[in-house]
């Protein structure tokens, strides 16, 4: 069973991929285009060219998870715009409302962490 939890990190590729490849391919690109370690247990969110589908990548200590998420209907509406950089950082929240196909810019939360007062 996959659990992503607030204290994992969470990287999402800006530029579509081939989904065509598989873990192998997608751990390439983690290497190559993201210059991440896929076997850092980072998890690693890619989208096609339509915006119709999303591939989740996670190495979970013994092996690599690899989840697909495909629209019957529709796009997401959201994802990073492309900048200079090849990858956008997400908070568990943010990754949380984009399955759904919300858009995580325009949902307010409480901040993740608050110092209390001595």
Not at 2 to 24: C, E, S, Y
Not at 27 to 40: E, I, N, Q, Y
């Amino acid at each position: 069973m996959i659990q992503i939890t607030p204290h994992m990190r969470i990287l999402v590729a800006i530029n579509p991929v081939d989904f065509r490849k598989g873990i192998d391919g997608l751990a390439g690109t983690c290497r190559r285009v993201l210059k991440s370690d896929p076997f850092s247990g980072t998890v690693f969110v890619f989208r096609n060219r339509l915006k119709t589908a999303l591939k989740i990548l996670i190495y979970d200590g013994q092996g690599f998870w690899l989840c697909q998420k495909r629209l019957s209907k529709g796009r997401f509406k959201w994802w990073p715009g492309s900048t200079d950089e090849t990858v956008h950082q997400l908070a568990v929240h943010e990754l949380q409302l984009m399955l759904v196909g919300a858009d995580p810019s325009l949902h307010q939360v409480a901040p993740d962490w608050k110092r209390l007062p001595n």
